[in-house]
């Protein structure tokens, strides 16, 4: 992601971080999710959303993710069909080409992050959802 792109500031899991607007649909007030029972890993079942059954994703079944987690107040919904909870919202901020770097060494979180991006002097990890997505898939294979 060396390109200045627009990046939405959110709390998820404990963390904050920013994710790509161009891989995200909307941002929506959190809704009860329905669990599926025998539902696939990464997945804490689904809602309705636009008139679809949307998954909705686990963050306990990503590594270094606290077992308890706060209450979502709203999900961002990905292109790849995803919801995320997410524990709040900052607003968006634009990221400067140069403003780019790897993720910290150790972080549990670097399987599914695209880097780190100096937003306000301080460095915040970027989601990248297929890395996401991938992860995902190697979990539901590993059942």
């Not at 909705?56 to 077992?67: F, N, Y």
């Amino acid at each position: 992601m060396p390109e200045t792109s627009l990046l939405l500031r959110a709390r998820a899991a404990g963390r904050d971080l920013l994710l790509p607007v161009a891989d995200l649909r909307e941002v929506v007030a959190f809704a009860p999710v329905t669990p599926v029972p025998g539902g696939p890993p990464g997945i804490q079942g689904v809602v309705l959303h636009q008139g679809e059954f949307l998954p909705v994703l686990d963050w306990t079944a990503i590594e270094g993710c606290p077992a308890r987690l706060d209450p979502a107040v709203a999900m961002a919904v990905l292109r790849p069909r995803l919801g995320l909870p997410l524990d709040g919202l900052t607003g968006t901020v634009e990221a400067p080409e140069d403003g780019w770097g790897d993720p910290e060494e150790g972080d549990p979180w670097a399987a599914i992050l695209a880097g780190c991006c100096q937003v306000e002097g301080e460095a915040l990890p970027v989601l990248d959802p297929d890395r996401l997505l991938a992860l995902l898939h190697r979990l539901r294979k590993g059942r």
